[in-house]
């Protein structure tokens, strides 16, 4: 959604977090596969295979240097994919934790991100009802 903000190499960074996040709960799943390839598309980044998965710390390292506007971005971008099936595992948890200490977000600002995230979702998803309601 937000996704166009960013500079190509925050784009390539996000992706590698979006990318290592769908695995965080042990598969990467549909829903989560689909939102990964719509961030492909929104980034125009269309032959892009991850590759910095043995290296996500070097990663985060270099996306907490990116301004906290592009920071809000990957959080609620990263939200968007971890929230996709509707859990919240403990690695996901412990993830977003030590990413947003990196990123130098406090709780309050963690938490009022995903809570927007899951509004969103639900938004969406009361959208389709509508829609599809016979």
Do not use: T
């Given at each position: 959604?937000?996704?166009?903000?960013?500079?190509?190499?925050?784009?390539?960074?996000?992706?590698?977090?979006?990318?290592?996040?769908?695995?965080?709960?042990?598969?990467?799943?549909?829903?989560?596969?689909?939102?990964?390839?719509?961030?492909?598309?929104?980034?125009?980044?269309?032959?892009y295979?991850?590759?910095?998965?043995?290296?996500?710390?070097?990663?985060?390292?270099?996306?907490?240097?990116?301004a906290?506007?592009?920071?809000?971005?990957?959080?609620?971008?990263?939200?968007?994919?971890?929230?996709?099936?509707?859990?919240?595992?403990?690695?996901?948890?412990?993830?977003?934790?030590?990413?947003?200490?990196?990123?130098?977000?406090?709780?309050?600002?963690?938490?009022?991100?995903?809570?927007?995230?899951?509004?969103?979702?639900?938004?969406?998803?009361?959208?389709?009802?509508l829609?599809?309601?016979?």
């Open positions: 959604m937000y996704l166009s903000e960013l500079n190509i190499g925050e784009k390539k960074n996000f992706l590698e977090l979006a990318f290592y996040a769908m695995g965080l709960n042990g598969e990467h799943k549909q829903e989560e596969q689909q939102i990964f390839n719509s961030f492909i598309n929104e980034c125009e980044l269309s032959s295979e991850p590759k910095k998965q043995q290296n996500i710390e070097s990663v985060i390292k270099v996306i907490a240097k990116s906290n506007k592009n920071k809000r971005i990957v959080l609620i971008e990263l939200f968007g994919i971890i929230l996709a099936d509707n859990e919240f595992c403990d690695a996901e948890e412990a993830f977003i934790e030590k990413l947003s200490l990196s990123l130098k977000f406090d709780d309050y600002q963690v938490k009022k991100i995903k809570r927007w995230v899951e509004a969103m979702n639900d938004i969406v998803q009361e959208g389709f009802q829609i599809n309601k016979d």
